[in-house]
């Protein structure tokens, strides 16, 4: 029978393993993130200043859009068009009519 000191002990060990894991999984997933942002960054970059401005960005943007990403409403519309998911809505929906038309009266 083991004493209840060793049960304790092996009790921590287990506790710090457990936290060391987690430590290494969070540090792994940081590290992941930070090589997917310095390859975005580096495509942006490889891009022509006519291509980053169809794009609708200029060279001092490409770091914040890479890292924060994009949330202009045209870029936000692009996504929801090409969504799977509205795909039956768009079906539904009469040709030509678009509810995100808001045209000035």
Same mark, same amino acid.
């Given at each position: 029978?083991? +004493?209840?000191? %060793?049960? $304790? ?6 506790? &710090? ?7 290494? $999984? #969070? ?9 997917? /942002?310095?390859? @975005? %960054?580096? !495509?942006?970059?490889?891009? #022509?200043?006519? @291509? &980053?401005?169809?794009?609708? &960005?200029?060279? #001092?943007? %490409?770091? @914040? $859009? ?5 949330? /202009? ?11 799977? $998911?509205?795909?039956?809505?768009? +079906? +539904? /929906? ?9 045209? !000035?009266?």
């Amino acid at each position: 029978m083991a +004493k209840p000191g %060793i049960r $304790a002990a092996a009790a921590a060990f287990r506790a &710090l393993i457990r936290q060391a894991a987690r430590y290494g $999984a #969070s540090l792994a997933g940081r590290w992941h993130v930070a090589v997917e /942002q310095r390859r @975005s %960054i580096a !495509a942006l970059h490889a891009l #022509s200043d006519r @291509s &980053l401005k169809d794009l609708g &960005l200029c060279r #001092s943007e %490409i770091p @914040s $859009a890479a890292i924060h990403g994009r949330h /202009q409403p045209q870029a936000q519309a692009v996504v929801r068009e090409l969504d799977p $998911a509205n795909a039956a809505k768009r +079906k +539904k /929906q009469r040709p030509g009519f678009r509810p995100d038309d808001r045209r !000035a009266a």
